[in-house]
Structures are given as C-alpha cells and as structure tokens.
C-alpha cells in the first residue's frame, strides 16, 4: 500500500509539534508493517526540501497560504502516485489540497482533523466558521473516512457534516519512551509542560504552584515547554522552579517519571498528547473538565471545572499527600493510555486503510 499524507508541518524529529509527531509515529508503524509513506508539508523552519526519515519520504514545498487548494501541492501529491490519500488538519489548505488531488486521482481520502471545537479568539471562531460552512462541511462528508481524535471531537464535526463517515482513532505516543520508569525521590515534584501561553493556563499553574510553594517546604515544580509567557514566569520563580524548552524526548520521558502529579489548567484540548505522555508513565493528572481531556485522562486524574484553581490546589496537594491516591491514579492512567501507543494506533489505521480500499 502506498500512502501519501499531505500536512501543515513536519520537522525532522518528534517535537513539541503535535501534527509532526502524530504522522510521524504512524508512518513508522505502516512503515514496520510493509507499506510506504510520503509526507507532503509546506517549506517552512529552514528544513531540507528532501528527506528521507526512517523510510519516511518527505517533501516541502514553497506554497502559499490559500483556503480553497494549493496547486503545487496537489502536484506533488499526484507524483508520489499514491494508493490513498490521508490529510492531517481541520482549516487548513493541505486538507483541501490531499481531498483535490484524491478526487482527481480516484482513490480514497482519509481526513484527520484535529479540529478545536472552541477557539480562542473571535476573529479565529468567525474564520473556522465561515470555513467549516464551505470547504471543511464538504471534505468532511465526501472523505472515505474522517478521523477524529475521540468522541468530543466527533460530536463537533457532526454538527457541521451529520452524515460524515468516521472512526475515532486517538493521537498516538511514543510508547517506547513514555513508560512507567517511575524515579523515586524524598522531595515532591509538580509539572506543567506544555506551550506557556495564557488559554494552555502556564500562569494559572505557575500561580497554583507558587501557593503551593508558600506552605510546602518539600515540593519542587519543573515547567516544560516554550511560550511567550516563559520569561516573565522565571522573574517571578525561585529556586525551587526550573524550566526547560526543546528537550530530547527521552529527557521529556525522564521528567515525566520523576513527578508526582502533572498539573494542566487549559481551556480547551481537542485531545492532550501531553497527558496521554505523563499517563503512560504512570504520572497522575490535575486538570479541567474541558474539550476532550475527560476523555483522554479517564480515570488516571482529577478534573475540575474551569476556573475553580481552588479545588485544583487541593486536588494537588491531596496526591502528593496521599501514596494510595497517588498510586491508584497512576495504575489507572498507565492502563487508560495503552490505547494511545503508536503501535496500537497505527494498526489500527492500516486496518481502516485496508476497509477502505476494499470498498473502492
């Protein structure tokens, strides 16, 4: 089988980069399994026009930002000569671009949509409105199949396509990294990783940390993750805080294992790969009852709703209080987040590949 996946970006490694790492982890598995893989991503970060990344062929493109299709794009797409076709990202003209080119080529489109119900500006909500009522409602429902992220994601799409064809296949995580490892210490460790901007709550947590901070001598607290909200955080930080950015992921798999609780106030996910990770290594989350993150933590965590910083105080303190509370969270996040190795995910896309192809 020969797949083509046309994408917003794709670096040369697993990054913080979500889309990056999603189509990377399952080109690897249907790479192991036999098939191959091209990836089709704009020119962007300094990145080689070429590559060739464990067998994934890759390349990028000078292309301009268009709603409707890139042809440049297209064309590339076609030259690959592809059995199906599989576009990563809701709004954006890759999508557009892989549906074309399938449609002109005859043969299946795939639709991955990470698609954010909520968005965080209004002029943003205006702009994914007007598309989701023109392009994005027709690839939705002439798509073979779209792929959202788990059921949240589905019900939102549904209200734009309600006769979209689709089977909830969750982002996946490198599994041979994020496992439990777990590094025993006599002080306690609270983590935030993620983007350090204002709706991924970096200073929410920081804040909440900092409280944490005034009545605990005993608890240290490591912040992962680049955004404009960084600098002003370390002003405000003390000794017991450190920060990092662009870490390798085996170092990211570390500090996932040494902490106690993984402390996430966002305000809107359309899955969390971040706590998928933590969960996978047996770290038990904190976070909001918003977007998909029910549905990705499970039982492995504690929710509130948003805005009570509170009860998220209490609920912080109550794990690193409480070795069975701790440990029962934890057993629980690392058998919820067995479904989100790369493994797992990637055979069950080929299978759907296969269901398609075979309805062709």
């Not at 901070?213 to 405000?236: A, H, S, T």
Request: aromatic share 10%.
């Amino acid at each position: 089988m020969k797949i083509t996946i046309p994408t917003t970006t794709f670096f040369s490694e697993e990054t913080v980069n979500g889309i990056t790492n999603t189509v990377m982890l399952i080109s690897r598995q249907l790479i192991k399994m036999g098939h191959e893989v091209s990836v089709v991503a704009p020119l962007q970060h300094n990145l080689p026009r070429e590559e060739d990344i464990e067998g994934i062929k890759v390349k990028r493109i000078p292309t301009s930002f268009d709603f409707k299709y890139s042809k440049n794009m297209m064309a590339e797409i076609k030259n690959f000569m592809p059995d199906l076709v599989h576009s990563f990202h809701y709004g954006y003209y890759p999508a557009t671009a892989g549906f074309n080119a399938a449609r002109s080529m005859k043969i299946p489109h795939i639709f991955t949509t990470s698609y954010h119900n909520s968005r965080t500006s209004v002029m943003s909500s205006i702009m994914i409105g007007i598309y989701g009522k023109t392009q994005g409602k027709k690839l939705l429902s002439c798509s073979a199949k779209v792929f959202p992220q788990n059921m949240n994601e589905a019900q939102g799409l549904q209200r734009i396509a309600p006769e979209m064809k689709y089977d909830i296949v969750p982002c996946p995580i490198n599994s041979k990294f994020f496992r439990p490892q777990r590094k025993k210490s006599k002080r306690k460790l609270v983590a935030y990783v993620g983007t350090m901007l204002p709706w991924k709550g970096a200073g929410i947590a920081f804040d909440i940390c900092k409280k944490i901070e005034q009545q605990r001598d005993d608890v240290d607290f490591i912040f992962i993750g680049p955004g404009y909200l960084k600098p002003e955080l370390i002003k405000k930080s003390s000794d017991r805080f450190t920060f990092k950015e662009n870490i390798p992921i085996k170092e990211l798999a570390n500090w996932y294992n040494k902490a106690d609780v993984m402390l996430y106030p966002t305000q809107y996910e359309s899955f969390g790969r971040v706590l998928a990770e933590a969960m996978a290594c047996g770290t038990p989350i904190v976070s909001t009852k918003v977007g998909a993150v029910p549905e990705t933590i499970g039982n492995g965590g504690m929710l509130v709703d948003y805005g009570d910083w509170k009860t998220m105080e209490r609920n912080v303190l109550e794990i690193l209080d409480s070795k069975s509370i701790c440990s029962r969270l934890g057993a629980s996040a690392i058998k919820h987040s067995k479904q989100y190795g790369f493994e797992v995910v990637g055979k069950k896309v080929e299978g759907i590949y296969q269901e398609v192809l075979n309805e062709k």
